[in-house]
């Protein structure tokens, strides 16, 4: 199965699925304890039905959206994730310029293994960068300062996460950074030799948003003693208020959920917010970001920018939470799938299928623009 064999998401996770080692595959396709709410993400657009205009005349679509003061040519944009080296060789440098090959927001990760500066200075497009509220608030500082003269548009504060999630698939392989394989997990590498020289081949892993305070060398720092060590779960509105001051530009909070939280977001003055469960990653059982869509967007929608992330696999997906009044959307595994199976190509093709896929579905809605999307598109079951 080669890269023009993949017409879909479940085409590039099983192509990634047989180019990666099993560690690393599961450690981007699992999620938190039985994994009900990754797969409920999904299951949730299906419980909405589009109910479709015809004779609208739309031989011209316009997919452009804008979310936070940023003007982006498709609805949808490319969440942060971290490690993206792990993946392929490439990591960030893939993402990034598929990104603005069709006009969208990259997001860097603080746990990225590519430098905000570097990813900046060779893209125009936007870019946001996603952080996490520290113990040490110098460190805090010192972020969001070197996000702002690197020329970051958007800062995300991800506030669902103040613990890493019970992610039992990376228990059983022993997944971690520095790796610190089972038995098993060191047989599923050395079935994938080509992972492993690619890896030591190319330039060494780094984390370089954090490098300057962490040390992951000769395993004194892993991943998940930066999130219980170094992270603050004691992190309160009066703090993310102080950050948004600090910051002074448009800020946004990813991991919201409720409507109570949506609308304090709104009162501190946050530009808009992301509704996310991380995946599934963190709290399983959560509710998705798209069954809470509407009566978040009813609450804050008229004062702040509402997106979403979290199971998106189709355009007709974005299609229907568009629909339901989010500005946006954000896609994660969607592309993490594709870099894992061919680097550059694999993010482009597939961020091309998408896109190709909401020009075609927005045609079949009788829709010329995002703004003509509305709820009287849609019937839940």
Not at 54 to 59: D, E, H, I, P, S
Not at 113 to 137: G, N
Not at 182 to 211: C, R
Not at 280 to 309: H, K, N, P, Y
């Amino acid at each position: 199965m080669g890269l023009s064999a993949c017409h879909n998401f479940h085409d590039f996770r099983e192509l990634a699925r047989r180019r990666l080692p099993a560690p690393i595959f599961d450690y981007i396709d699992g999620a938190a304890d039985d994994e009900v709410t990754k797969r409920q993400n999904t299951a949730s657009f299906e419980r909405c039905d589009l109910v479709p205009n015809v004779l609208r005349g739309v031989a011209e679509i316009d997919m452009s959206v804008t979310m936070m003061g940023q003007k982006l040519d498709v609805p949808f944009y490319c969440s942060p994730t971290a490690l993206q080296r792990l993946f392929h060789h490439t990591g960030e440098r893939s993402v990034a310029a598929a990104a603005a090959k069709y006009g969208t927001l990259f997001g860097a990760s603080s746990l990225g293994t590519v430098s905000l500066e570097e990813l900046r200075q060779k893209h125009d497009t936007p870019q946001a960068y996603q952080f996490y509220f520290h113990k040490d608030r110098g460190l805090n500082k010192a972020m969001l300062e070197r996000a702002k003269s690197a020329g970051i548009d958007v800062l995300m504060l991800t506030v669902d996460a103040i613990t890493g999630g019970n992610r039992e698939r990376d228990l059983r392989t022993g997944f971690t950074i520095p790796f610190k394989l089972t038995l098993g997990g060191m047989a599923a590498f050395a079935i994938k030799p080509l992972w492993g020289i690619n890896y030591v081949t190319h330039e060494p892993f780094k984390l370089p948003q954090l490098d300057e305070h962490v040390d992951m060398e000769a395993g004194t720092m892993s991943i998940g003693k930066y999130f219980t060590d170094m992270l603050d779960p004691a992190m309160d509105w009066d703090d993310v208020a102080k950050l948004i001051e600090l910051w002074d530009g448009q800020f946004c909070l990813k991991g919201v959920m409720s409507t109570e939280d949506a609308r304090k977001s709104a009162a501190i003055g946050c530009n808009g917010i992301i509704l996310s469960n991380h995946g599934g990653r963190q709290l399983d059982g959560s509710r998705t970001a798209f069954d809470q869509l509407e009566e978040v967007v009813d609450a804050v929608g008229d004062r702040i920018d509402v997106m979403m992330d979290g199971g998106i696999q189709r355009g007709t997906h974005v299609l229907k939470a568009l629909a339901l009044g989010a500005k946006a959307v954000g896609v994660g595994r969607l592309y993490l799938y594709p870099l894992a199976a061919a680097g550059q190509a694999g993010v482009e093709r597939a961020l091309g299928l998408l896109r190709t896929e909401i020009e075609r579905d927005m045609k079949l809605m009788g829709c010329r623009s995002v703004a003509e999307l509305s709820r009287a598109n849609l019937a839940f079951r």
